[in-house]
């Protein structure tokens, strides 16, 4: 019985985990979508609205929502970023995850898409690495933050944005 009630626990804890996890296939989908179809799709999937900035002229507006998020404060198991703009059609996506599970399976799934890694490097403390599919720039950051006396904690964000986007107005080509 013992034995049966600590699979029953893993098992709902391992679904906990990932059974609203983004897949990379939706995330990437995601930043073609209108902000109405955004937050209907996360609110499906139990993901909260935290915050909004609309956008400027010369700053694309940003939709903040977060998965598993505290009632105490603004800690959670996830965050995902929507900027958009009104006047063009940039639209971004960023996932921030802290589980290392998620994290490598999204690497998994980038590589079984044939995204091509295009550049590596440490930036301020953070390993950044740029992958380049057909039409989407995907850069990885990983950075620790230290949390409490002797704890750090490892957070992986991902970027997703188109690659003339990317190449035009991130990094100046």
């Known amino acids: 019985m013992k034995t049966i009630l600590i699979y029953a626990f893993v098992f709902f804890g391992l679904t906990q985990t990932f059974s609203q996890n983004l897949s990379?296939?939706?995330?990437?989908?995601?930043?073609?979508?209108?902000?109405?179809?955004?937050e209907e799709f996360l609110t499906n999937k139990?993901?909260?609205?935290?915050?909004?900035?609309?956008?400027?002229?010369?700053?694309?507006?940003?939709?903040t929502f977060a998965f598993d998020k505290s009632n105490y404060d603004d800690?959670?198991?996830?965050?995902?970023?929507y900027f958009y703009s009104d006047k063009s059609e940039s639209k971004r996506i960023q996932i921030q995850v802290n589980k290392k599970e998620i994290y490598n399976s999204y690497l998994t799934k980038l590589k079984s898409l044939e995204y091509k890694i295009i550049n590596s490097k440490i930036e301020n403390g953070k390993i950044i690495k740029i992958y380049e599919g057909a039409k989407?720039?995907?850069?990885?950051r990983i950075a620790t933050?230290?949390?409490?006396?002797?704890?750090?904690?490892?957070?992986?964000?991902?970027?997703?944005?188109?690659?003339?986007?990317?190449?035009?107005?991130?990094i100046g080509e």
């Not at 139990?46 to 939709?63: C, I, R």
């Not at 230290?146 to 970027?159: A, C, I, Q, R, S």
Request: cysteine-free; glycine content about 2%; proline content about 1%.
């Open 24 to 38: 990379l296939d939706e995330l990437i989908s995601l930043r073609k979508k209108e902000l109405s179809e955004i």
């Open 46 to 63: 139990n993901w909260s609205f935290l915050s909004a900035e609309e956008p400027e002229q010369d700053k694309l507006g940003l939709v």
């Open 75 to 81: 800690k959670a198991q996830s965050f995902l970023r």
């Open 136 to 140: 989407i720039i995907i850069e990885i």
């Open 145 to 170: 933050q230290k949390e409490g006396l002797d704890n750090t904690k490892t957070y992986y964000t991902l970027f997703f944005v188109e690659k003339d986007d990317y190449y035009r107005n991130l």
